[in-house]
């Protein structure tokens, strides 16, 4: 079930839509308008279209939105050159610039090795050499992604079907090949689909300028009035009308008017772009759109070269890219085509009419609009309208392709991002719908079966990661990272210029983003111990970034870590000092063995128990520490229904601080693990100062302390170590020793239950199992001596392998060696149960 060569993807009628088929026609025309009485095109052009003065685009559209807006036209439409009827294209959003519309094309970019890879920085449609850089550019970054794709879905081998290439003969490596190319291509068209939807829908409709995560979903599974389903991957055709209505050419940029401009000067010399004839370019242009040599060796930039491996450096890519977004899009207008496209004009005027193309009236009919009754309501521009009356007699007569381009643009009000005319912003809804809901792998196939479930769930858009519903971030961050930082609004909103959102953008939200163009970082890396150590020991020269995050989330409130880190190495000394220590292993000892007991499940006909010693148990121990010993949270159990947070929610709200403290590993999630932990921090913070209050006051409970105190039931039992902390915080605000103890303790909670969960599983591999179990059977006297032998090695191991600070691994190691059983407690449940530990990756896992 995967996409065929040409596209066809319907299972109702397999042909419907595949590339080399004819133009589907939505209206006929009924008005007699022979060809020799139509305007001659040129003319048509000078007088309505071409550029007068550039006008920057209303609603702050870049011109890399235009360019995205590109590959989609290219995705779609490829009229044959000699037979205007026939779209080489097939009719569906199926990334056919990048993969080709025939079988010799698909093969003519892929590596074939088993990988289901595509060689470096190459696609298959070569008319895209003759567009502005930043278009191929955004198509090499969706040609990296399909090769990121296949790597993963090869490395995660979800059915353990794949094999090293070496090891496998010719038929199954190219097996192997055509399945991992062909469900990283499914992968790879659903981004695409994704982008059309978030970014370029979320422009057209101003949803991304008015800061609005919702979009249209044409995907969605619905019932109509009737209540049956609304048809869905029933196959779609595309007409000569949309064809014609997505002929943007007025929003071209005026950077990219240069660059075509010097592109068509290297095809014909110095000929002046208003006399180049259909004649001159279709032989002109054959040498760029019929290029010899493979794909993976054209030359797709002027003024850049690919490295050995075929690639192009990112700098070169993030520059084409951000240009783009620099550069505002041209308004749509009459007279706004750049006379260079004049010929390119010309030629879609010719092609409309040998398609005998309905009118702009009649168009406006089928699409359930009041026709135009004289020019000056179509245009009401006078100089406007009074050409296109001396050109066309009667608004009768009005051609589809002109009257639709040169037609009165709308302005820019909520719902109206594109401004183009009125009767394009109407159509092109109705066709995305079509183009899209229509087409089989983006909807009733769109499963993760077929994507694999890390590909199904690696293109779902997450609504709460600073881009207002855009997608191409994700890909950003992903492929150029040094070029496109965390919190850039050049990653966040690459279709809107920067300089025009910032002014749009909710006031509140400004500070949330960075909106200079990115400066690349140039990282060092040091490896050598001594200049390792010499970076770690110098606090001032090289802060270390988690402190600078913890400050991010704490927002203005330095953390009194001045203050809480003696107390907390003093509590430690405390805690672990001969009377305190058997406190301190009761509590983790008896709140592990509570959770043991209630969250293990036992075997029909068998004593053995089985539990997820991860999720139900070190993940929630240090939760139930700082609630209960430290921050004064009222945790919501079965005990305490009226708490405020489950155990699972408070370590979720925790893992996510960790996650963005310490792991941060990329800049994707950072947008909403920082808006996540920002919250963390500010509830946190609330508890942990009323708590100080009242801890600190002389004076009675306030009412509406005690208040809270009963709705929530509220913890009392952090009061000894709040005391503690405010007489060893001495000087300190509550505000201050509350971020202190955040930054000590929520975020590495989550470490610590990594390193509790690494050591567990150490403690379940390979022969150590059996020593353990062989202690739990025969229960010598010095069996918690010899655990903690056990409970070293692994230690040792995992202070290798884990990402964690040093005090986390110092304090799991001083509580490892004093949390044995109390005395005279035989703690019979953890002995029997099955424990099943998977190795950790992140905090999360284990969830
Ligand atoms: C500077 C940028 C652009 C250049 C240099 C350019 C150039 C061209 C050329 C050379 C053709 C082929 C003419 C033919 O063989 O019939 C064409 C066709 C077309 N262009 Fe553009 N174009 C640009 C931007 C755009 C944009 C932004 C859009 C709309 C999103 C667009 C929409 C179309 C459409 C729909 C066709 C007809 C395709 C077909 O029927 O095969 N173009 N353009």
């Not at 809107?496 to 959102?501: D, G, K």
């Not at 002389?698 to 170590?721: C, E, G, M, W």
């Not at 001596?785 to 191991?797: F, K, S, Y």
Request: hydrophobic share 40%; glycine share 6%.
């Amino acid at each position: 079930a995967f996409r065929a060569r040409t596209g066809a993807t319907t299972t109702a009628d397999p042909d419907a839509g595949h590339g080399g088929a004819a133009y589907a026609r939505s209206v006929p025309s009924v008005n007699p308008m022979p060809k020799s009485f139509l305007p001659d095109a040129g003319l048509v052009f000078d007088m309505l279209l071409k550029r007068d003065k550039f006008v920057p685009h209303p609603g702050g559209l870049s011109s890399l939105f235009f360019a995205f807006a590109d590959l989609v036209i290219h995705s779609c439409f490829n009229t044959r050159p000699t037979d205007y009827t026939i779209n080489d294209s097939s009719s569906y959003l199926d990334l056919s610039p990048l993969y080709g519309s025939s079988q010799k094309q698909v093969d003519s970019i892929r590596v074939k090795d088993g990988f289901g890879k595509i060689y470096n920085d190459t696609f298959a449609d070569a008319r895209l050499l003759m567009m502005p850089p930043s278009v191929c550019s955004l198509l090499i970054i969706f040609g990296r992604n399909h090769n990121y794709v296949a790597q993963k879905i090869y490395e995660i081998n979800e059915n353990g079907t794949y094999r090293d290439p070496k090891t496998q003969s010719d038929a199954e490596k190219a097996a192997q090949d055509e399945e991992i190319f062909q469900r990283s291509r499914l992968v790879n068209s659903g981004y695409f689909m994704k982008v059309i939807l978030g970014d370029y829908v979320g422009a057209i409709l101003g949803l991304v300028r008015d800061g609005s995560a919702w979009r249209l979903d044409p995907l969605a599974t619905m019932r109509e009035l009737d209540h049956e389903f609304a048809p869905q991957g029933e196959g779609n055709v595309c007409s000569v009308e949309f064809n014609l209505m997505y002929r943007w050419h007025a929003s071209t940029s005026q950077p990219d008017e240069h660059w075509t401009q010097a592109a068509f000067k290297r095809i014909f010399g110095d000929k002046d772009p208003g006399t180049i004839t259909v004649e001159d370019f279709k032989n002109g242009a054959k040498g760029y759109l019929r290029p010899t040599g493979a794909p993976n060796t054209w030359s797709i930039f002027a003024d850049a070269t690919r490295d050995a491996n075929g690639r192009y450096s990112d700098a070169v890519l993030a520059k084409y890219l951000q240009d783009a977004t620099a550069s505002p899009a041209s308004a749509f207008k009459a007279r706004g085509t750049p006379e260079v496209l004049r010929v390119i004009e010309m030629m879609g005027i010719e092609q409309a009419r040998s398609w005998g193309t309905c009118s702009l009236n009649e168009f406006r009919k089928f699409m359930g609009l009041k026709p135009y009754s004289t020019f000056r309501e179509w245009n009401p521009d006078p100089e406007i309208a009074k050409a296109a009356e001396v050109l066309y007699h009667d608004i009768e007569n009005l051609e589809l392709h002109v009257g639709l381009q040169a037609e009165e643009a709308k302005k820019p009000m909520p719902g109206a991002g594109l401004c183009p005319g009125y009767t394009i912003s109407r159509a092109i809804l109705a066709d995305a719908v079509c183009l899209t809901r229509g087409d089989r792998f983006l909807t009733v196939d769109f499963t993760p079966f077929n994507l694999t479930s890390w590909g199904y769930q690696d293109c779902q858009p997450n609504k709460n990661d600073g881009s207002f519903g855009g997608f191409l971030t994700k890909l950003l961050f992903r492929h150029l990272p040094e070029y496109y930082p965390a919190g850039s609004a050049w990653a966040h909103f690459p279709f809107m210029v920067p300089e025009t959102m910032k002014k749009d953008i909710a006031k509140g939200m400004v500070n949330d983003y960075t909106w200079t163009r990115p400066v690349p970082k140039r990282l060092t890396v040091v490896s050598q111990k001594p200049i390792v150590e010499l970076v770690l020991d110098s606090r001032a020269h090289f802060e270390p970034a988690a402190d600078l995050r913890v400050l991010q989330l704490t927002k203005s409130v330095r953390p009194a870590r001045d203050a809480v880190r003696p107390y907390l190495a003093c509590l430690l000394y405390v805690l672990l000092k001969e009377d305190r220590v058997k406190k301190a292993a009761d509590f983790f000892y008896a709140t592990a063995k509570e959770l043991i007991q209630e969250r293990s499940l036992g075997h029909a006909k068998s004593r053995v128990r089985s539990i997820d010693v991860v999720r139900d148990v070190i993940n929630l121990v240090p939760m139930q520490w700082i609630a209960d010993q430290v921050a004064g949270i009222s945790l919501k159990t079965p005990q305490n229904p009226r708490g405020v947070f489950t155990p699972w929610e408070l370590y979720k709200k925790y893992s996510n601080v960790a996650d963005f403290v310490y792991v941060n590993e990329s800049p994707v999630n950072v947008f909403t693990l920082q808006q996540q932990g920002q919250k963390t921090a500010e509830e946190f913070a609330d508890v942990v100062q009323e708590n100080l209050k009242q801890t600190g006051s002389i004076f009675s409970v306030s009412p509406i302390y005690a208040l809270t105190h009963f709705f929530t039931a509220s913890n009392d039992t952090s009061r000894d170590f709040l005391s503690a902390l405010l007489s060893a915080g001495r000087g300190q605000s509550p505000a201050e020793l509350a971020a202190g103890v955040f930054a000590e303790v929520v975020a590495t909670a989550a470490l610590w239950s990594k390193a509790v969960a690494s050591i567990v599983d150490g403690c379940i591999t390979g022969d150590r199992r059996d020593r353990l179990a062989k202690l739990a059977r025969e229960n010598p006297p010095d069996a918690d001596a010899q655990m903690l032998v056990i409970i070293r090695e692994v230690i040792c191991a995992c202070s290798i392998r884990l990402p964690a600070p040093r005090a986390t691994l110092t304090m799991v190691r001083k509580l490892a060696e004093c949390s044995g059983p109390p005395a005279g407690d035989e703690g019979a449940a953890p002995r029997q149960v099955e424990a099943r530990a998977q190795r950790p990756e992140s905090p999360r896992r284990g969830r």
